[in-house]
């Protein structure tokens, strides 16, 4: 777009002159830009959509979340994709009951949040991360709690100006 804008310019220079000026010239560019931005960050093919529609095969339905974490000191296989489990012992023997064996990561990852207080996070590398395909979700996924103070509470919360934004509030 530059690159016209430039050249349109210097058209009007040596009097070869256009109807559409400069400033209209680069805030039709601006818009095209915005609008192809806007596309692709809305695009429905997603990186992250791929891996939670993928399906896994579990070797039963209920494991608790001792389980989930060290699947080899229970003598079960591991989980078929990259999953941290960081929580309190006294949560270990919690069960987390799934609908079936067989199961998307979407729908694993629901049951866990909704069964018990732990909430995920993929793991990407800025590299790969694009407005058309979002994130690589390269490093797994964790499931932790989140602090306690990090909803839409005032602690939360940080007044700039006339600005509010939400913050994850760290002791």
Not at 53 to 78: G, H, M, Q, V
């Amino acid at each position: 777009m530059c690159v016209l804008i430039a050249g349109w310019r210097q058209r009007e220079a040596q009097g070869n002159g256009s109807r559409i000026s400069s400033p209209v010239l680069a805030g039709l560019s601006l818009l095209v830009m915005g609008g192809i931005c806007v596309a692709a960050y809305y695009a429905p093919f997603k990186t992250k959509d791929e891996v939670l529609n993928r399906r896994i095969e579990l070797p039963k339905t209920d494991y608790t979340l001792a389980e989930l974490r060290e699947p080899f000191d229970f003598d079960l296989p591991p989980l078929p994709f990259r999953a941290y489990f960081s929580f309190a012992d006294a949560d270990a023997n919690r069960i987390i009951r799934f609908s079936q064996r067989g199961l998307t990561i979407r729908q694993f990852i629901d049951a866990i949040e909704t069964q018990s207080s732990l909430r995920h996070k993929f793991h990407s590398c800025g590299n790969g991360h694009t407005i058309l395909t979002g994130e690589d979700c390269c490093f797994g996924v964790s499931f932790f709690h989140p602090p306690a103070d990090a909803g839409c509470g005032s602690q939360g919360r940080i007044e700039l100006g006339t600005q509010s934004h939400l913050i994850w509030a760290t002791r």
